[in-house]
T-cell receptor, first 110, second 113 residues
């Protein structure tokens, strides 16, 4: 089955800096890669996703890049703000079933 | 506008009890999933269902069963609760097919004493 690894497990940045979270996956058949943000005590929410026929996707301060050859994808957050503090999960999917990374706790210091 | 509802936010049960966790979605989604979330382990899939009365084991099905009698409802059953099943349980649903993100419920924090 699929194996998704996520790094780092914790990340602390100063407000205004950029943050990068990286994931690798093992199953070359995976073709959909969503990212979820989970604030303390709340449900995970989809923030951005990318499909395997696209190399990069951007939505305001958030971007995701995908390298299918190397089987890795990354989340980039620019101009971080305190409200970006949360746990972020990456996932890889091959037709419906998702495999999640172990999560990255991002702390943005004011 | 909550679309995936988990019946309980917090539950405390005794070892050996049979426990039911309920999840209801109002989006007419075909797929429904149960995950448990533990610190450092992320989200691990327990069971999932692609259709009514259909179920498939995920990565950690031992000690759990599920029921999907209606499209909108997916129940997770702990046959005989044990302390190692103390966890946060998240239900999710999605449309069938590739590339549709999950909608998660708010979670049920279960403590087995």
């Amino acid at each position: 089955g699929e194996n998704v690894e996520q790094h780092p497990s914790t990340l602390s940045v100063q407000e205004g800096d950029s943050a990068v979270i990286k994931c690798t996956y093992s199953d070359s058949a995976s073709n959909y890669f969503p990212w979820y943000k989970q604030e303390l005590g709340k449900r995970p929410q989809l923030i951005i996703d990318i499909r395997s026929n696209v190399g990069e996707k951007k939505d305001q301060r958030i971007a995701v890049t995908l390298n299918k050859t190397a089987k890795h994808f990354s989340l980039h957050i620019t101009e971080t703000q305190p409200e970006d503090s949360a746990v972020y999960f990456c996932a890889a999917s091959n037709f419906n079933k998702f495999y999640f990374g172990s999560g990255t706790k991002l702390n943005v210091k004011p | 506008d909550v679309k995936v509802t988990q019946s309980s936010r917090y539950l405390v049960k005794r070892t050996g009890e049979k426990v039911f966790l309920e999840c209801v979605q109002d989006m007419d989604h075909e797929n429904m999933f149960w995950y448990r979330q533990d610190p450092g382990l992320g989200l691990r899939l327990i069971y999932f269902s692609y259709d009514v009365k259909m179920k498939e084991k995920g990565d950690i099905p031992e000690g759990y069963s599920v029921s999907r009698e209606k499209k909108e409802r997916f129940s997770l059953i702990l046959e005989s609760a044990s302390t190692n099943q103390t966890s946060m349980y998240l239900c999710a649903s999605s449309l069938r097919g590739d590339g549709y993100g999950y909608t998660f419920g708010s979670g049920t924090r279960l403590t087995v004493v």
